[in-house]
């Protein structure tokens, strides 16, 4: 009689038991012992930009798992032979670091008489892999896109149920040596005030499996107030079901950006991430709440209700996966456009990959990206988003638009990737797939095209919270400003300025907030933001006519640089230069009418279900030259409603 099954369950981003088709794989194979385990990796630990906010998110899990501190392609091997494994069984995962990693696991399994079991997908509503093949072997590069290829795989599966018990593990001797991996370059190292320990022993300081600790990682404390886990996850979707009226309306574009406390949004998406919160399980109680005949008339529409910003996620999960790594940088990414952007990502010859470090080709750009990171641009709705960013690891999906084009195109012209280093560290729903993609989206590199739509930093907010409440929040030195000045304190009389409290002067350096006497301190502008968006514009445009890829060889030698005149915007001196990324573009922004400068903004997730708006592999929707646009493309009103505008409404 031939003995059960000895299975390892791999946990990776599906830290759950409700619906998870590879843990039900694990227990159709009735084992005889199954041990749950998860492998704390360096790669994320140390190469993986994390910021406390996110570790906090994750080791607040009670998940009883076993936790071995090593790297899976190092640990796996062993634990085969000391745990006399006969079955491997974990969730798919197409990230690009992911599939490089199971594939040298699942050649050691092979080695060792190991069958594996990992055709379950369960992180997107449908298998990446399988999007792009319906796709015709194409990235998804357009919502439309994603939609058409969902029809030819069939509707989205029905959630499993959470088993109701999980098989007892072996024996848990570990009779082997831990490995230990380098911990350099660690790109976390500025997050820690302590020293890094939780490799010290490879099951825990008392050998217990234990997860780790903050402290043990050295990290500098958390601030976030948002917390994970299953069962807040599963609480957290409860409540939002339960209010029929908001699961039924919801309509991205319509949502507050300055709305905080709720925040506007569902505040799901960590948890997606981290897999504590399935999203075909999510999907399917939206589906059944908005298909009740009482809800169908006033029901919200894909691409812009809660189905649809699942889709937009399963898009730039399929994008990454046929792409592979390059769909994280422009270097060599045949989907990505060419922008001679200040602060160029440095590339490896040797894997052709960004290396995590940037070309400092302008002194004044690195301040600017600096002063933007930490809050002190001097335009406060900019300066409060990043500091909400910072303090509690999200913002809303519109706050990243405005601080993204303000980065990018509409203000400083740095490089999109540096925005995405600075998303990656501190936001708690981090996916590479979306940050990458939205940062393209957002720097109209891929995507979208339309560059010279940028967002205001004093009219937008203005449409949300007039009175600034958001802005007084998380930027207290303008607390007492009267809100015709508190989006711009520069062009309050100094005397009103001590009136309130607060001088406007500086660059924003030193303690932040604080002055002499007392007094709080505001840094001025950086620059001009009119000037600014204008020059951004016109590099914008030379770049789309230049029309070049990241796969471009003369992006990859250098030799772009002869096709730019030597005094356009970005590094573009000299005739040849090290290796930096690539862009191009078709639409060269031409009839931009004073509507658009003013108030413009990127194409909304309405614009996204008509057309792709990326110029290589997306459907191209122009409008005529002298024709006119789709109403609410030149105006901030006729894509984003006021709460007041709502209200006159009804």
């Known amino acids: 009689m031939a003995s059960k099954p000895r299975v390892i369950y791999w946990f990776r981003t599906d ?76 969730e798919r995962d197409t990230d690009a670091y992911a599939k490089e990693r199971d594939t040298q696991v699942i050649e050691s399994a092979q080695e060792a008489g190991v069958e594996v079991v990992s055709t379950r997908h369960g ?37 499993l149920p959470a088993p109701e018990s999980l098989p007892d593990p072996g024996d848990l001797s570990l009779d082997f040596e831990q490995t230990q991996h380098s911990p350099e370059p660690d790109f976390n190292n500025i997050q820690r005030s302590g020293k890094e320990t939780s490799y010290n022993s490879l099951s825990g300081p008392n050998h217990d499996f234990a997860v780790p600790t903050m402290s043990e990682l050295g990290l500098k404390p958390a601030s976030s107030p948002h917390r994970g886990g299953e069962t807040r996850a599963l609480a957290a979707l409860d409540a939002i079901i339960a209010d029929e009226d908001y699961t039924t309306t919801f309509s991205k574009p319509s949502t507050a950006p300055t709305a905080v406390s709720p925040q506007a949004t569902t505040l799901l998406s960590p948890h997606h991430h981290f897999g504590s919160l399935s999203v075909r399980l999510f999907y399917h109680r939206v589906l059944t709440t908005i298909q009740k005949p009482s809800n169908a008339k006033e029901a919200s529409t894909i691409p812009t ?21 390059p769909f994280a940088q422009t270097h060599t990414n045949s989907h990505v456009r060419f922008i001679p952007w200040h602060l160029p990502s440095k590339i490896d010859p040797a894997t052709d990959r960004i290396t995590g470090d940037h070309v400092i080709d302008s002194p004044l750009a690195e301040e600017w990206f600096q002063r933007w990171k930490f809050g002190r641009t001097g335009f406060p709705w900019i300066d409060a988003l990043m500091r909400q960013l910072r303090q509690e690891g999200w913002i809303h999906h519109l706050g990243r638009h405005a601080v993204a084009c303000f980065l990018t195109r509409g203000g400083c012209y740095v490089d ?22 939205n940062w393209q989206w957002l720097s109209c590199t891929a995507f979208f095209a339309q560059f010279y739509r940028c967002y205001s930093p004093v009219a937008f907010p203005r449409k949300w919270d007039d009175e600034g409440k958001f802005v007084r929040r998380y930027v207290p030195e303008l607390e007492r400003y009267a809100k015709k000045y508190v989006y711009e304190p520069w062009k309050a009389s100094i005397k009103d300025q001590k009136e309130w ?11 932040e907030g604080e002055g002499e006497g007392g007094m709080k301190v505001y840094p001025k502008p950086m620059f001009d933001f009119n000037e ?77 279900a008509h057309g792709g708006g990326e110029n290589r592999g997306g459907e191209k929707e122009k409008t005529p030259r002298g024709g006119k646009r789709k109403r609410g493309q030149g105006t901030l009103d006729g894509h984003f409603e006021s709460p007041r505008k709502r209200k006159g409404k009804a």
């Open 15 to 90: 830290l759950r038991l409700h619906d998870s088709p590879a843990l039900h794989a694990a227990l159709d194979l009735k084992p005889e012992c199954m041990y749950p385990i998860w492998c704390w990796d360096p790669h994320y630990v140390y190469r993986a930009r994390v910021g406390p906010n996110r570790w906090q998110f994750l080791l607040n899990d009670k998940s009883k798992l076993f936790v071995l501190r090593e790297a899976p392609q190092t640990l796996l091997p062993k634990l085969f032979k000391a745990w006399k494994i006969t079955h491997l069984v974990f």
């Open 123 to 159: 992180r997107t509503l449908y298998d990446p892999d399988e999007l792009v093949k319906a796709n015709r072997g194409k990235p998804t590069m357009s919502i439309t896109q994603v939609q058409h290829a969902a029809e030819k795989l069939g509707d989205v599966p029905k959630p």
């Open 501 to 511: 409290g607060c001088l406007i002067k500086g660059d924003g350096k030193g303690d």
């Open 532 to 608: 600014r968006r204008g020059i951004c514009i016109e590099g914008m445009k030379n770049a789309y006519r230049v029309g070049l890829y990241g796969d471009d060889p003369r992006v990859k030698d250098g030799t772009w640089r002869e096709l730019f005149d030597d005094n356009a915007e970005g590094p573009t001196e000299g005739k040849k230069g090290p290796t930096m990324e690539g862009q191009t573009g078709a639409e060269d922004g031409e009839g931009v009418d004073a509507e658009d400068m003013d108030l413009g903004v990127d194409q909304d997730e309405r614009e996204a």
């Open 416 to 437: 999109w990737e540096r925005g995405a280093e600075v998303f990656e560290e501190w936001l708690l729903d981090h996916e590479t797939a979306c940050n990458s993609g």
């Open 305 to 325: 209700n809660l189905i649809g910003q699942l889709l937009f996620r399963d898009m730039y999960f399929a994008a990454q996966a046929a792409i592979g790594y």
